[in-house]
């Protein structure tokens, strides 16, 4: 009896990595001398992150250290989708930055469209945020996750549950 082995496509990161580079970004903008006088903070939530500052110059500094933490820590930038900054009261700015977890419907669709048109021997399912795709062979599987690595996603894609 053949079985099959599968994988799930997912977009999802690291929580405590992420929480650890805000952190980081925390501390380093207490030690710089352009941030000292700025009284810049970073609020985390479940979904977002909100950068407040005194200008246009200390926010494109913040977003660049937490970038460069971020990407120390072997996450995506492509988790980060951020807002038009906003001038809030006393002539400060505010700029919420949203963290994009899980597969949206549409590129769900896209990416099962794909394999289905390309890789005839595997079959792609949509369950919920994620896509199981299943195959006899686990070359097959293998040759799916390099032709998904070739393509630029607008999300980060991991491959989970390999069996």
Do not use: C, W
């Not at 352009?34 to 500052?53: F, G, N, Q």
């Not at 250290?65 to 700015?93: A, C, H, T, W």
């Not at 079959?123 to 799916?144: F, H, M, P, T, Y």
């Amino acid at each position: 009896m053949a079985s099959n082995y599968s994988f799930d496509i997912v977009s999802s990161f690291d929580r405590q990595e992420l929480k650890n580079a805000v952190d980081q970004t925390r501390r380093e903008m207490q030690q710089r001398y352009d941030l000292k006088d700025t009284k810049s903070t970073i609020d985390e939530d479940a979904k977002t992150l909100t950068i407040t500052t005194a200008s246009e110059t200390s926010l494109q500094a913040i977003v660049d250290m937490l970038e460069s933490k971020i990407l120390r820590r072997n996450l995506s930038l492509k988790i980060l989708d951020y807002g038009e900054p906003q001038e809030v009261s006393g002539g400060r700015i505010r700029q919420v930055v949203t963290l994009k977890e899980g597969i949206p419907e549409d590129l769900a669709k896209q990416i099962s469209k794909r394999l289905r048109d390309e890789h005839k021997k595997v079959n792609a399912q949509i369950q919920g945020d994620a896509v199981r795709v299943q195959a006899k062979s686990k070359d097959d599987l293998q040759g799916v996750i390099a032709a998904l690595k070739e393509v630029d996603y607008p999300v980060a894609l991991q491959f989970v549950n390999y069996r």
